[in-house]
């Protein structure tokens, strides 16, 4: 499967941003989705991810404030990102996990064999 993400910017603190990550290949439907960020000089870090059962599931720096969905008509999985914060800024990745479960995700990158490019996102304070 091939990702291709889009929808970074720079953007001000308290602003709203939608990244989106569409597939090729095979179907999300068939993936665990996930969405990971890496600042400059951090680890990757999981952000959100959808099982395969449909339920999602957020980091805590994301909950509250980030909402993954899918839309399986685009095979695309969307980030809404609301209330930014300038330490949200890094580059966000969209991922898909072949052996997700159907009850829970993987946090691990380690286990996502399938990447997108990344997209910026800056926020300014």
């Known amino acids: 499967v091939q990702l291709q993400a889009s929808g970074g910017g720079l953007v001000q603190a308290g602003d709203s941003l939608r990244l989106s990550c569409v597939a090729s290949?095979?179907?999300?439907?068939?993936?665990?989705p996930a969405w990971f960020r890496q600042a400059p000089g951090q680890e990757r870090e999981w952000v959100a991810a959808?099982?395969?059962?449909?339920?999602?599931f957020y980091s805590d720096a994301a909950k509250g404030r980030f909402a993954i969905s899918r839309d399986s008509t685009k095979n695309t999985v969307y980030l809404q990102m609301n209330f930014l914060r300038p330490e949200d800024t890094a580059v966000y990745s969209c991922?898909?996990?072949?052996?997700?479960?159907?009850?829970?995700?993987?946090?691990?990158?380690?286990?996502?064999?399938?990447w997108g490019q990344g997209t910026q996102v800056t926020v300014s304070s």
């Open positions: 290949g095979r179907t999300f439907a068939a993936y665990g």
């Open positions: 959808i099982s395969r059962n449909g339920d999602t």
């Open positions: 991922a898909a996990d072949p052996r997700a479960p159907v009850v829970g995700v993987h946090t691990n990158p380690d286990q996502y064999p399938y």
